[in-house]
């Protein structure tokens, strides 16, 4: 079995990759892991914890040779919106949740969860399972910035905001556009209530 140990990063081009291993987004999350590359070879992950792999990473092996990852088909609820309001309010809410979620044109992706796919059908967007690779934004859950770890030369400081919101979002909770309910704490909502 080969052991991989570290993460690679490119400083210039990319090396000859020995294999592609390709693992779902919760294997992507562990540190301690075996598994196969495609073309069938035994390898062993003994990486440090708390940083999620992305698709497209590369990482070391203890012979020297180069690894890529990638994301690899599972099972996920893809949520299509038809306009951009709409896609903004399910965004707004299933960020609320702190839950790994992938966005596209007009359309999100996340986990099968039945509370989740009812909260975007009750905001009208139309939900499916599907087999597709899942890549959630990786600001909250990624623990590092970037495919392979590397800086873009973009500015850092949206980390921070995109922490402020969560902090912010988390005192609130979410109702759909019709409820009722006794209030006796703060609500975000763009609609009136009546006491």
């Known amino acids: 079995m080969i052991r991989i140990t570290e993460r690679y990063v490119a400083e210039t081009q990319t090396p000859p990759i020995a294999g592609v291993i390709s693992l779902?987004?919760?294997e992507r999350k562990r540190g301690r892991l075996r598994a196969r590359t495609q073309s069938g070879e035994e390898v062993g992950l003994f990486l440090?914890?708390?940083k999620t792999l992305l698709d497209g990473d590369l990482l070391a092996a203890e012979?020297?040779?180069i690894y890529a990852i990638s994301a690899a088909p599972e099972t996920v609820a893809t949520a299509q919106a038809s306009e951009?309001?709409?896609f903004?309010?399910?965004?707004y809410h299933l960020g609320n949740r702190h839950t790994p979620l992938q966005i596209g044109e007009l359309w999100v992706r996340f986990q099968p969860d039945h509370v989740l796919e009812d909260l975007c059908r009750l905001y009208g967007l139309e939900v499916i399972h599907e087999s597709a690779p899942f890549n959630p934004e990786n600001g909250a859950y990624g623990g590092h910035s970037g495919h392979g770890?590397?800086?873009h030369g973009h500015d850092q400081s949206h980390d921070q905001s995109r922490h402020d919101a969560r902090e912010l979002s988390a005192r609130y909770h979410f109702h759909g556009p019709d409820h009722e309910h006794p209030h006796g704490h703060v609500h975000l909502?763009?609609?009136p209530h009546e006491h």
């Open 63 to 65: 012979n020297g040779d």
């Open 84 to 86: 951009a309001r709409q």
């Open 24 to 26: 779902t987004y919760d």
């Open 189 to 191: 909502h763009s609609h």
């Open 48 to 50: 440090e914890r708390g």
């Open 88 to 91: 903004a309010q399910i965004c």
């Open 149 to 151: 770890g590397h800086h």
